[in-house]
């Protein structure tokens, strides 16, 4: 997993965290939480209604998804464009647009209890990677998911397929060299 969604159960168990993962849960819990998270909110409240919007206008869509890209980017990057090269992310808009694959992007908004966290550790060997910018509390993953691999990277960010291909394609396939 790139990332991993691990949304605290806010019950006042975030004691249990390390340094690291109690600096996240504060990010997530502070002042600017609302407007980090906002796009999930409405992707999971209205999905289809979102989607209607967007596939009806090529300049609404560029805008909402550049705007998830500056929020979620290499957070050590000024714009999106300097995290990911202006083309890269045209095409990843266009794809969207062409594909009028917008809404199938973001069902798991909507069809996902808690925004895509599963509610039972299925067992499965799981590596996680995780770059700038993203808010993966370990304690959680560990608690959802086998954790085998837990790999943090100082560049990158949540784009990280497009942003630092190098370093997740490597992590990638270490983690499967583990498993023969």
Do not use: C
Not at 54 to 81: M, Q, Y
Not at 83 to 100: G, Q
């Amino acid at each position: 997993m790139n990332g991993p969604i691990t949304i605290p159960s806010w019950d006042g168990g975030e004691s249990e965290y390390s340094p690291e993962d109690q600096a996240k849960f504060e990010a997530m819990t502070g002042q600017d939480s609302f407007i980090r998270y906002d796009y999930a909110a409405v992707q999971s409240g209205h999905p289809h209604s979102l989607a209607v919007g967007l596939h009806d206008s090529p300049a609404g869509l560029l805008t909402w998804i550049v705007d998830l890209f500056r929020r979620w980017t290499n957070p050590a990057k000024a714009l999106p464009e300097d995290a990911v090269d202006r083309d890269t992310l045209l095409t990843n808009v266009s794809i969207y647009w062409y594909t009028r694959s917008f809404v199938s992007s973001i069902r798991l908004y909507g069809e996902s209890n808690s925004w895509g966290v599963p509610s039972v550790n299925s067992g499965v060997p799981t590596a996680a990677a995780v770059f700038p910018g993203d808010m993966s509390i370990r304690k959680i993953a560990e608690e959802r998911h086998n954790i085998v691999r837990w790999t943090e990277f100082d560049r990158g960010g949540h784009m990280a397929a497009m942003e630092a291909p190098d370093l997740l394609t490597a992590d990638i396939r270490e983690f499967f060299r583990s498993l023969r």
